[in-house]
């Protein structure tokens, strides 16, 4: 199955071979007697973005616990930029690049849009015990430096809050928290975002200026590639290069948007089997 | 907003607060007592209704450091007007240490959501470390005080495991269960005194006896004005470092495993370091400031530090605010003093601290000084302009 788009494999053909950043073999989870990941294969190409899609309890949200390490995986191998990162802790896998969002925006409603964007870059702040509480003016530069660098991601994808920086989360409305969660994980740079169900929690008016946002974030930064979960069929069509369709936990379909929607398996996974 | 209204708002509240706490010292009668409860807490609620508490949080927040020197002036000036008087001094310093150890339970329970029902046995393992160490050795007593706080943290480690293994309920059982093993094994310890106790040399730094009184123009000051001395000197350095912690990464850690630990590791954060982290710091804490109170009473028995005073703890953070320091220093005085001006309460103030947990759990959630948003350097500019 080729897995280039149109305008990417011009774009390949120019610039040598498509580079896969993420590929997971044969990854199996069980709970119980559940498979809720069946011998998965997925590859990521870098700069693309992928729809996982399926009906509830498929197994999209739990493909991306064992990816982050929240779950380990029972069988199989995931490899991130050519590195072996199957069933690492979450933090080595973060370490590694791959940030991600939460289904119920779990961003920490108390703390300011600043705490939770600073958050995101978690290890590049020095944590030292002498350095945070004795070393107070190098304390206050590494700090003056984290608010210039948030108020500079802010301001390429959520101006509006720029002025909001220090109010606590909880102040915003839903489709807000899901910028400050995407920002939270953009902060590091990653070379992987995994976004599982933006659009949850929000109307079709928000769920539409999420998705022109998520647009423009490609042209933004060209090498990030992005999985994203979501039921919002509307978005996946307009945003992904490519779509992988998993059924009890097994990919039963995969290619461009238009090629699964046409899918007779595709059709039955979501519609029934016709008697 | 001018700032010379500021100063002007923060000196005479901290009067206000100052001339009212001697009030309350001075108070003997319970009508005199009870009357100066309903004073405050009907101006309380009145200035509230009013939003004046609202404005002058904001003016002590704008200037924090003229607040604290304020505050700190008028604590000192409590200590003069008492300076005779035992029973007064002791019992305002007996605050004091209980501000120490409940900010240092404050950083595990406060900050990093660790619940520890425990925080007496910690207390009292100082206590017990400066009753050996006083009485065996003659080591520098600075140096017991610090010694005391290390065998809070190494005690402490016993306990690490199982906590960072459990959470919530579980882990909340885990310390309960520790405290009265600790108590426990205490008195039926030989070595330490069993049920009766053991005693413990008064302090001694630098030659500075702290049990003997002064004679100053014929007025005679009583050697407890050493130990409150000592105890603010105390109080203010873990006040800073508090704040320090909360005003950095660590803090913000700290907040974050409290909030999500799933989502905190998804950002590359080690959640056991930070357990631990505030598990030992706040251990150090408490076992500082109960080497320092078995040194003041000169005794230590475990009656010292019951089940019930690791509760008291806990109502203390809940009362005054999860997180917010000036919360529990306030919920401190208000526990500490209450039931020993108000006799008539004693035998039930345990029914009393409860319900006034509840209410305050029920109609003020966040304590009675909330805790403020975080600022790390306050005063700086805050936002984009």
Same mark, same amino acid.
């Given at each position: 199955?080729?897995?280039?788009?149109?305008?990417?494999?011009?774009?390949?053909?120019?610039? &040598?071979?498509?580079?896969?950043?993420?590929?997971?073999?044969?990854?199996? +989870?069980?709970?119980? &007697?559940?498979?809720?990941?069946?011998?998965?294969?997925?590859?990521?190409?870098?700069?693309?973005?992928?729809?996982?899609?399926?009906?509830?309890?498929?197994?999209?949200?739990?493909?991306?616990?064992?990816?982050?390490?929240?779950?380990?995986?029972?069988?199989? *191998?995931?490899?991130?930029?050519?590195?072996?990162?199957?069933? $690492?802790?979450?933090?080595?896998?973060?370490?590694?690049?791959?940030?991600?969002?939460?289904?119920? *925006?779990?961003?920490?409603?108390?703390?300011?849009?600043?705490?939770?964007?600073?958050?995101?870059?978690?290890?590049?702040?020095?944590?030292?015990?002498?350095?945070?509480?004795?070393?107070?003016?190098?304390?206050?530069?590494?700090?003056?430096?984290?608010?210039?660098?948030? +108020?500079?991601?802010?301001?390429?994808?959520?101006?509006?809050?720029?002025?909001?920086?220090?109010?606590?989360?909880?102040?915003?409305?839903?489709?807000?928290?899901?910028?400050?969660?995407?920002?939270?994980?953009?902060?590091?740079?990653?070379?992987?975002?995994?976004?599982?169900?933006?659009? *949850?929690?929000?109307?079709?008016?928000?769920?539409?200026? $999420?998705?022109?946002?998520?647009?423009?974030?490609?042209?933004?930064?060209?090498?990030?590639?992005?999985?994203?979960?979501?039921?919002?069929?509307?978005?996946?069509?307009?945003?992904?290069?490519?779509?992988?369709?998993?059924?009890?936990?097994?990919?039963?379909?995969?290619?461009?948007?238009?090629?699964?929607?046409?899918?007779?398996?595709?059709?039955?996974?979501?519609?029934?089997?016709? *008697? | 907003?001018?700032?010379?209204?500021?100063?002007?708002?923060?000196?005479?509240?901290?009067?206000?607060?100052?001339?009212?706490?001697?009030?309350?010292?001075?108070?003997?009668?319970?009508?005199?007592?009870?009357?100066?409860?309903?004073? /405050?807490?009907?101006?309380?609620?009145?200035?509230?209704?009013?939003? =004046?508490?609202?404005?002058?949080?904001?003016?002590?927040?704008?200037?924090?450091?003229?607040?604290?020197?304020?505050?700190?002036?008028?604590?000192?000036?409590? /200590?003069?007007?008492?300076?005779?008087?035992?029973?007064?001094?002791?019992?305002?310093?007996?605050?004091?240490?209980?501000?120490?150890?409940?900010?240092?339970?404050?950083?595990?329970?406060?900050? /990093?959501?660790?619940?520890?029902?425990?925080?007496?046995?910690?207390?009292?393992?100082?206590?017990?470390?400066? /009753?050996?160490?006083?009485?065996?050795?003659?080591?520098?007593?600075?140096?017991?005080?610090?010694?005391?706080?290390?065998?809070?943290?190494?005690?402490?480690?016993?306990?690490?495991?199982?906590?960072?293994?459990?959470?919530?309920?579980?882990?909340?059982? =885990?310390?309960?269960?520790?405290?009265?093993?600790?108590?426990?094994?205490?008195?039926?310890?030989?070595?330490?005194?069993?049920?009766?106790?053991?005693?413990?040399?008064?302090?001694?730094?630098?030659?500075?006896?702290?049990?003997?009184?002064?004679?100053?123009?014929?007025?005679?000051?009583?050697?407890?004005?050493?130990?409150?001395?000592?105890?603010?000197?105390?109080?203010? =350095?873990?006040?800073?470092?508090?704040?320090?912690?909360?005003?950095?990464?660590?803090?913000? @850690?700290?907040?974050?495993?409290?909030?999500?630990?799933?989502?905190?590791?998804?950002?590359?954060?080690?959640?056991?370091?930070?357990?631990?982290?505030?598990?030992?710091?706040?251990?150090?804490?408490?076992?500082?400031?109960?080497?320092?109170?078995?040194?003041?009473?000169?005794?230590?028995?475990?009656? @010292?530090?019951?089940?019930?005073?690791?509760?008291?703890?806990?109502?203390?953070?809940?009362?005054?605010?999860?997180?917010?320091?000036?919360?529990?220093?306030?919920?401190?005085?208000?526990?500490?003093?209450?039931?020993?001006?108000?006799?008539?309460?004693?035998?039930?103030?345990?029914?009393?601290?409860?319900?006034?947990?509840?209410?305050?759990?029920?109609?003020?959630?966040?304590?009675?000084?909330?805790?403020?948003?975080?600022?790390?350097?306050?005063?700086?500019?805050?936002?984009?302009?």
């Amino acid at each position: 199955m080729d897995i280039l788009t149109r305008s990417q494999s011009a774009k390949i053909r120019s610039s &040598g071979t498509p580079q896969i950043v993420l590929k997971a073999r044969n990854v199996v +989870r069980r709970f119980g &007697g559940v498979v809720a990941l069946n011998n998965l294969d997925l590859d990521v190409v870098e700069g693309q973005i992928l729809g996982l899609i399926g009906p509830n309890g498929s197994g999209k949200t739990t493909f991306f616990n064992v990816l982050t390490g929240i779950y380990a995986a029972d069988e199989g *191998a995931i490899s991130f930029l050519e590195k072996e990162i199957t069933n $690492l802790p979450a933090p080595q896998v973060f370490r590694s690049g791959i940030a991600r969002t939460f289904q119920r *925006a779990r961003v920490c409603l108390s703390l300011s849009v600043f705490d939770n964007i600073v958050l995101g870059d978690h290890p590049r702040l020095q944590q030292g015990l002498v350095f945070n509480l004795f070393r107070r003016s190098s304390f206050r530069r590494e700090y003056e430096e984290c608010v210039e660098r948030v +108020r500079e991601l802010l301001e390429m994808f959520a101006p509006h809050l720029v002025a909001k920086m220090f109010e606590p989360v909880e102040t915003f409305p839903m489709i807000d928290r899901r910028r400050i969660e995407v920002c939270r994980a953009l902060f590091s740079s990653p070379r992987l975002l995994l976004l599982d169900e933006p659009s *949850a929690g929000m109307t079709h008016e928000e769920t539409r200026l $999420l998705v022109d946002e998520i647009v423009a974030l490609r042209t933004k930064r060209h090498k990030l590639s992005i999985i994203i979960v979501e039921h919002e069929m509307d978005l996946i069509s307009r945003i992904t290069d490519r779509c992988v369709v998993l059924n009890f936990g097994s990919k039963i379909c995969e290619g461009t948007y238009d090629e699964i929607a046409s899918d007779r398996n595709v059709q039955e996974a979501y519609l029934g089997v016709e *008697a | 907003m001018n700032s010379i209204s500021i100063y002007r708002n923060i000196f005479v509240s901290v009067l206000l607060g100052t001339l009212f706490v001697v009030a309350m010292m001075m108070a003997e009668s319970q009508v005199a007592v009870l009357s100066l409860i309903v004073l /405050a807490a009907v101006s309380c609620i009145v200035l509230q209704k009013k939003g =004046v508490i609202r404005k002058l949080g904001s003016d002590f927040a704008s200037a924090e450091k003229f607040a604290n020197g304020t505050i700190m002036i008028g604590a000192l000036a409590t /200590a003069v007007v008492f300076a005779g008087d035992h029973f007064i001094l002791l019992m305002l310093t007996t605050v004091l240490i209980y501000v120490v150890a409940c900010l240092g339970l404050n950083i595990q329970f406060g900050y /990093a959501g660790m619940v520890n029902f425990a925080g007496a046995a910690f207390f009292g393992a100082g206590g017990y470390a400066a /009753a050996v160490l006083t009485m065996q050795t003659g080591l520098p007593h600075l140096v017991v005080l610090v010694i005391g706080g290390l065998v809070a943290v190494i005690v402490g480690f016993l306990l690490i495991l199982p906590v960072l293994r459990t959470r919530g309920h579980y882990a909340a059982v =885990v310390t309960i269960a520790f405290s009265l093993l600790f108590r426990t094994l205490v008195e039926v310890s030989p070595v330490l005194g069993g049920a009766q106790g053991s005693p413990v040399t008064g302090m001694v730094i630098f030659g500075w006896n702290f049990n003997e009184g002064y004679q100053i123009a014929g007025f005679d000051v009583s050697f407890y004005i050493n130990y409150f001395l000592f105890a603010l000197i105390l109080t203010a =350095v873990t006040f800073t470092i508090v704040r320090r912690v909360e005003r950095s990464w660590i803090g913000l @850690n700290m907040d974050s495993i409290r909030i999500d630990e799933t989502a905190s590791a998804c950002f590359g954060m080690n959640v056991a370091r930070w357990k631990v982290t505030a598990f030992t710091i706040g251990n150090f804490f408490m076992g500082i400031i109960g080497a320092f109170y078995a040194m003041m009473l000169g005794f230590i028995a475990p009656n @010292n530090f019951t089940f019930g005073d690791s509760l008291i703890m806990v109502s203390i953070i809940l009362l005054g605010g999860i997180g917010s320091i000036w919360g529990i220093i306030l919920a401190t005085g208000i526990v500490i003093i209450l039931p020993e001006k108000l006799q008539i309460i004693q035998e039930y103030r345990f029914l009393i601290f409860s319900l006034g947990v509840i209410l305050v759990l029920l109609y003020r959630p966040n304590g009675l000084l909330s805790r403020a948003a975080r600022t790390y350097f306050p005063g700086l500019l805050r936002g984009a302009r």
